[in-house]
């Protein structure tokens, strides 16, 4: 009988043993999952450093010997309520920019070159276009020097309102191959990135209550409720894909 009870307490203590060292293994295997969901915020970087680390990506992949840049300056980028857009902008000299998105990291992910925290929303040397649209088809008033003529491209097979272009007196298409804050001699103003569609976005900087959208050189009152129908936006999100890693 007490051979017995002594068999029975050993295959207890053994199965209380089996259950902790489970428990212990199951415990730290979360702990490494948990580390290689994680990766990085946004959040775990201050404004300031997040421009930081984007200027000295900055430094190696543009600004080598032989570049064609000779200087540059990250500003950050913010939404209508004033808080940081998780983008920034590279304005570089004399001519190209590049928006920066911010994302979180996975740990896991990087071993196969996604998910970087610095994402190049398009490249430097991009150009692009002011318009504006006009859901009347009236043609709208000149801009400084500016007209605005009616085309058919890209953004009018995305969306279908009427859409006019800035042209010269020639009625030749203007393309800029500077940032539109720099395009518009922004210069001591905070710079917006306002989100339409959340995928969207508008750089744009204030005017009292309203905002001054640097696509269209328009004011409007920045709402949820907008789509790309109706205010001129672009796109510059990036998949996580080490092409469009900074």
Request: proline content about 4%; hydrophobic content about 35%; charged content about 30%.
């Amino acid at each position: 009988m007490a051979e017995k009870k002594k068999e029975i307490n050993f295959v207890g203590k053994k199965k209380k043993i089996t259950c902790i060292v489970l428990l212990s293994v199951f415990a730290v295997l979360m702990i490494v999952f948990g580390v290689l969901i994680r990766g990085q915020k946004t959040t775990d970087f201050t404004v300031e450093e997040h421009i930081e680390r984007i200027s000295e990506r900055i430094e190696k992949r543009y600004m080598q010997d032989g570049s064609s840049y000779t200087d540059y300056k990250v500003y950050p980028l913010y939404e209508d309520d004033d808080s940081f857009a998780d983008f920034c902008l590279v304005e570089f000299e004399p001519y190209g920019y590049l928006y920066v998105e911010i994302c979180d990291t996975i740990t896991l992910l990087r071993p196969f070159g996604l998910n970087g925290m610095y994402g190049r929303g398009n490249y430097p040397d991009t150009k692009w276009q002011r318009y504006r649209i006009r859901l009347d088809e009236t043609t709208p008033d000149p801009y400084n020097d500016s007209q605005w003529l009616q085309r058919k491209n890209l953004v009018d097979q995305i969306i279908e309102s009427t859409c006019f272009y800035e042209a010269d007196k020639n009625g030749e298409f203007i393309f800029h191959d500077v940032s539109h804050f720099k395009a518009a001699n922004i210069e001591n103003e905070k710079r917006y990135f306002l989100r339409i569609q959340k995928t969207y976005s508008v750089p744009a900087v204030k005017r009292g209550d309203k905002f001054f959208g640097l696509i269209s050189m328009e004011e409007f009152t920045c709402d949820p409720s907008l789509t790309i129908e109706d205010i001129p936006c672009g796109y510059y999100r990036c998949p996580p894909k080490k092409i469009f890693d900074l």
